[in-house]
């Protein structure tokens, strides 16, 4: 009943900068966190950034000061910049929703289908 729709990877020199949109649509009551992890291959998935509904935000060491997330409403950013080539991963979209469907309300974590991030030297 939830999809996470994102948008914006693709490939960029070490430097450059990209932007990542995350959309959640579908029987949301609230949202709350919701951010961006990532994936490198051969590594296990990490957290990049989450925000909450408060708009407190966590990010980790390896991107601060260089990537910035923002939401506004169902809908995540993330803003990289100064890109480095160990930014290479796919990153995915991350929800903790609460659900409201008929009468049922329950909580649950959605991931996007993830968008590959490529930063060449």
């Known amino acids: 009943q939830v999809q996470l729709v994102e948008s914006g990877g693709g490939l960029v020199q070490a430097g450059g900068s990209l932007r990542l949109s995350c959309a959640a649509s579908?029987?949301?009551?609230?949202?709350?966190?919701m951010g961006w992890y990532r994936q490198a291959p051969g590594k296990q998935r990490e957290l990049v950034a989450v925000v909450t509904s408060s708009s407190n935000t966590n990010y980790a060491d390896s991107v601060k000061g260089r990537f910035t997330i923002s939401r506004d409403k169902n809908t995540v950013y993330l803003q990289m910049n100064s890109l480095k080539p160990e930014d290479t991963a796919v990153y995915y979209c991350?929800?903790?929703?609460?659900?409201?469907?008929?009468?049922?309300?329950?909580?649950?974590?959605?991931w996007g289908q993830g968008t590959q991030v490529t930063v060449s030297s």
């Open positions: 991350y929800a903790h929703c609460t659900v409201r469907t008929g009468s049922s309300v329950y909580e649950s974590d959605y």
């Open positions: 579908g029987s949301i009551f609230s949202i709350n966190p």
